[in-house]
Nanobody
């Protein structure tokens, strides 16, 4: 069974840093784009950052210059380094990945269980 296992959330004061990790577990053929989304209470889930299999990145305007996404293809793991955190960054952060389980099979989208990030002012 394919799963995305997240870690690294927590509580931090404004201006602090956190690093999120998300690893693909289970037998797979390939991983395409990977990314991080977040959902704050009462708001819709939004894209924070994404990275393609060849390393092209995309960021939400609200996190540009503060967050950095990276991936280790050998480990099927994606990271989100979050610096200069603000109270408005408080949300549940979800990992997302497009995965092919077998050669020739279609790609499906998988989600992690979510990890809470809380930034105090």
């Amino acid at each position: 069974q394919v799963q995305l296992v997240e870690s690294g959330g927590g509580f931090v004061q404004a201006g602090g840093s956190l690093r999120l990790s998300c690893a693909v577990s289970g037998s797979i053929f390939s991983v395409n784009a990977m990314g991080w989304y977040r959902q704050a209470p009462g708001k819709q889930r939004e894209l924070v950052a994404a990275v393609t299999s060849i390393g092209t990145t995309n960021y939400a305007d609200s996190v540009k210059g503060r967050f950095a996404i990276s991936r280790d293809n050998a480990k099927n793991t994606v990271y989100l380094q979050m610096n200069s955190l603000k109270p408005e960054d408080t949300a549940v952060y979800y990992c997302n990945a497009g995965i092919k389980k077998f050669y020739g099979f279609p790609e499906y989208e998988y989600w992690g269980q979510g990890t809470q990030v809380t930034v105090s002012s």
